[in-house]
């Protein structure tokens, strides 16, 4: 089996979260319009909003199309991460 080596790229979006009256989460993004993820935990619907973020990202790469100017930005950049925030989902007390 041959291995492969395939360069990757992360950035940041900023997401806006509401909560809706059923109780479920919609996300969206102002950096990258079309991005809308809905799911039933705020876990969930930022698993979605990250794949349909790449989905979108990757749209824009195949059709040629130019991405949004502050997520250029961010993919010139060359940045070490050294701190994470991960939220981590847990019982209401």
Known sequence: ?????????????????????D???LATSRILRGLVAQGRTLA????????VARKLIESYQEHGDPLP??????MKRKTTITHIEVPVTIPAY
């Open 1 to 21: 089996m041959r291995s492969r080596i395939v360069k990757v790229s992360e950035i940041v979006i900023p997401l806006q979260i509401k909560k809706l009256k």
């Open 23 to 25: 109780g479920s989460h």
């Open 44 to 51: 969930e619907t930022l698993e979605i909003a990250q794949d």
């Open 69 to 74: 100017l502050s997520l250029q930005k961010q």
